[in-house]
């Protein structure tokens, strides 16, 4: 059977960098001009595509500006659901900070510098790094022996989101050790209490 294998990969190829061109020159605009100035005109020309490519690639210009950081609320959420066997949800969140900071590119440098500019579009991006970590509460909770809504769970999980924001927000001072031994320490105190004999 004759497959398009090496076509196909060669049009992934494309398409991929066509999808990264787009991000590229949109980051830059928002950076620039800031996310409500910008149109999916400027964006198609400064792509070198045209504004229906834009729109096959991201619908919305909203769903464009945040494409990076939801892309990493699935990775971070993929982290927690499928970690190790043997580690807990502390382990893999360390292990995804590690993994993200380690892996950043320009691209997410640029990203972070529209964020600056666009702080409504920073607030969006956080809270949905937020519902991820509260799935991560319910994990927590179970390996705690907790109610998913009882007060620890939701404190490890304020505290863990307020973490992944800054540090995936400001990742030339990220102190993972430090970070993660704070979130460990305060998640250790809210664990219930063992019965008394």
């Known amino acids: 059977m004759v497959t398009d ?23 830059q605009l928002f950076a620039e001009r800031g996310f409500d100035a910008t149109t999916i005109a400027d964006i198609a020309e400064a792509a070198e595509v045209s504004p229906r490519t834009v729109t ?22 993929t982290a927690l ?39 409504q579009l920073k607030a969006v991006s956080n809270g949905r790094l937020a519902e991820v970590v509260q799935e991560g509460a319910r994990l927590f909770a179970a390996e705690s022996g907790s109610a998913p809504d009882a007060f620890g769970p939701r404190m490890v999980a304020t505290t863990a989101a307020a973490i992944v924001s800054e540090l995936c927000h400001d990742p030339e001072n990220a102190d993972i050790d430090g970070a993660m031994a704070f979130l460990r320490a305060g998640a250790a105190t809210l664990l219930p209490a063992a019965p008394d004999a």
């Not at 690639?57 to 500006?65: G, T």
């Not at 590119?105 to 500019?117: N, T």
């Open 56 to 77: 096959l690639y991201f619908p919305s210009k909203l769903e464009l500006a945040l494409a990076r950081s939801e892309a990493l609320a699935e990775r971070l959420g």
């Open 5 to 27: 294998g090496p076509r196909d990969g060669l049009r992934e190829r494309s398409k991929a960098r066509r999808r990264d061109a787009i991000l590229r020159s949109a980051y």
């Open 81 to 119: 659901r499928e970690r190790r066997e043997g580690w807990l949800t502390m382990d893999a969140l360390e292990h995804w900070l590690r993994e993200e900071i380690a892996n950043r590119s320009d691209l997410d440098d640029l990203s972070e510098r529209m964020f600056e500019l666009n702080p």
